[in-house]
């Protein structure tokens, strides 16, 4: 398995922009994909986007164009940039790792929209 730690979530006005990351305990590249999901109170969780460990990535169509999934190898991180938040966008982010048949998950970082 593989632990996750998020950070960066918090408080931003409507159009605004922020940032997530997360740290794996292990090489990133030793991970078949990463990614983020999210869920809003009183709804399911749901996929944001991933990334494989080929680099290619994959986005719910609520947020392309707007978010954007990376990596940094160097400090076995992924962040998600989040621009243009819409108030739908408001939820708790969660982190995750695919890695030798598990899946692995981060405690959450919550995101918060004002108008």
């Known amino acids: 398995q593989v632990h996750l730690v998020e950070s960066g979530g918090g408080l931003v006005q409507r159009g605004g922009s922020l940032r997530l990351s997360c740290a794996a305990s292990?090489?990133?590249?030793?991970?078949?994909?990463m990614g983020w999901y999210r869920q809003a109170p009183g709804k399911q969780r749901e996929l944001v986007a991933t990334?494989?460990?080929?680099?290619?990535?994959n986005y719910a169509d609520s947020v392309k164009g707007r978010f954007t999934i990376s990596r940094d190898s160097t400090k076995n991180t992924v962040s998600l940039q989040m621009n243009s938040l819409k108030a739908e966008d408001a939820a708790v982010y969660y982190c995750?790792?695919?890695?030798?048949?598990?899946?692995?998950w981060g405690q959450g970082t919550q995101v918060i929209v004002s108008s």
């Open positions: 990334i494989i460990s080929g680099g290619s990535t």
């Open positions: 292990r090489n990133i590249f030793t991970i078949s994909a």
């Open positions: 995750l790792a695919d890695a030798d048949g598990f899946r692995s």
